[in-house]
C-alpha cells in the first residue's frame, strides 16, 4: 500500500527555519572566502575551511529541519545517526573542495564548472544520503526525473555560489547572494522530497526502538550547527579587515580581484601606480604632497566667475 506523506507536518516553521539557516550558512561561507581571496594577510588555508565548514553545515542543518517536518502518517520514522553525521561530513567535504578549487584556481570557466558539479554533486549525495539514513516498515521510491532535476538544481547552486565567493566583494552583495543561495538550497532539498513515494509492507510493523525519531534529533541538530554558526559570526564580524570594508583595503594589502579571484584589474593597477609615484617622489603630478605653487596676480587681467579678460 502506498504511504500518505506530509513534508510540512510543522507548518511553515521548518521550511523557514530550514532556509534562515542555509543563508546564515552561506552568508558566513561568502564572508570568509571574501576574506581570504581579496585580502593577503592571514592564514588562507584557515579561512577557507572555516567558509566551506560554514556552507557545509548550512545545508546539512537546512535538510534534517527540513525532515522533521516528513512524515508518513501511516508509519513511524526513524533515524540511523551514523549516517546522518556522515551526510555532514560529506557536505563539508565536497563543499570545501568547491571552495578551495576556486579559493587558488580561481573563478575561470574550467575551474569554476568542475568545482561546481563536484559541489553540487556531492550535496546531491548528502541529501540522498540523509534519506538512506531515514528507516520504515517500507520502501521509499523515486522518480528518476524529479531526482534529475534535484541535482541539476543542486549543480547549477553549486556554480552560482562558488563564483559569488570569489566575485563578490562587499557585505551587501554577499547577503543578497546567500539570500538567492538559501532559495537554491531549499528549492533542491523540496524537489528531491517531491520525487519520493513509500510504498508500505501490508502489516506495518510497530515503532522500535532502534535509530532515533525526528524529534530526538531536533535538539541535538540544532545545538550543534547553530553553536557553530554562532561562533563563525563571531570569527566573521570581529575580523578587522571585514569591519574596514572597501574603503581600506588598500591599508590592509587588499590584491583586488579578476577573473581567477586574485591581482587588480586595470583600473585599480593604475590607481596603484598613481600613488606609488605620488609618494616616491619621481614624476609626481600635482598633489597635496606637491603643492602647486600660488603666483601673485597679474594687473593686467581681471579675473571674474573663472574666466581671464584683459582689462
Not at 533515524?79 to 584556481?105: E, N
Not at 531515514?134 to 520502501?139: A, Q, R
Not at 538550497?185 to 522530497?193: E, L, P
Request: net charge neutral; aromatic share 8%.
Amino acid at each position: 500500500m502506498s504511504g500518505t506523506i506530509d513534508g510540512f507536518s510543522y507548518g511553515a516553521v521548518t521550511p523557514v527555519a530550514g532556509y534562515l539557516m542555509a543563508v546564515l550558512g552561506s552568508a558566513l561561507g561568502l564572508r570568509c572566502v571574501v576574506r581570504c581571496v581579496h585580502y593577503r594577510q592571514g592564514w588562507k588555508p584557515g579561512w577557507l575551511a572555516l567558509g566551506a565548514a560554514c556552507i557545509g553545515c548550512g545545508i546539512w542543518t537546512m535538510h534534517f529541519i527540513a525532515m522533521t517536518g516528513f512524515q508518513v502518517e501511516e508509519a513511524p520514522i526513524r533515524y540511523d545517526v551514523a549516517l546522518t553525521v556522515l551526510s555532514l561530513a560529506v557536505a563539508i567535504v565536497v563543499v570545501g573542495a568547491g571552495v578551495f578549487t576556486v579559493g587558488y584556481r580561481g573563478a575561470g570557466a574550467v575551474a569554476l564548472v568542475t568545482a561546481g558539479a563536484v559541489t553540487g554533486l556531492g550535496v546531491a549525495a548528502m541529501h540522498y544520503l540523509g534519506m538512506y539514513a531515514m528507516h520504515l516498515p517500507g520502501s521509499i521510491r523515486y522518480d528518476t526525473l524529479t531526482v534529475a532535476v534535484s541535482v541539476a538544481i543542486a549543480v547549477g547552486a553549486a556554480i552560482a555560489a562558488l563564483w559569488a565567493a570569489v566575485s563578490i566583494r562587499s557585505f551587501i552583495a554577499s547577503l543578497g547572494a546567500s539570500l538567492v543561495m538559501g532559495v537554491a538550497i531549499s528549492g533542491m532539498h523540496y524537489t528531491g522530497m517531491a520525487a519520493v513515494s513509500v510504498h508500505l509492507h501490508n502489516a506495518p510493523a510497530p515503532a522500535t526502538g532502534d535509530g532515533a525519531t525526528p524529534v530526538s534529533l531536533l535538539l541535538p541538530m540544532l545545538l550543534g550547527p547553530v553553536i557553530f554558526l554562532v561562533l563563525a559570526s563571531a570569527v566573521v564580524m570581529m575580523d578587522p579587515l571585514l569591519l574596514a570594508g572597501d574603503t581600506d583595503r588598500r591599508r590592509f594589502g587588499a590584491p583586488g580581484t579578476n577573473s581567477r579571484g586574485h591581482g587588480t584589474n586595470s583600473r585599480q593597477e593604475h590607481s596603484a601606480a598613481f600613488d606609488r609615484t605620488a609618494h616616491s617622489g619621481a614624476g609626481a603630478p600635482d598633489t597635496d604632497s606637491h603643492p602647486r605653487p600660488v603666483w601673485p596676480p597679474r594687473p593686467d587681467l581681471d579675473v571674474t566667475d573663472g574666466h581671464r579678460s584683459r582689462r
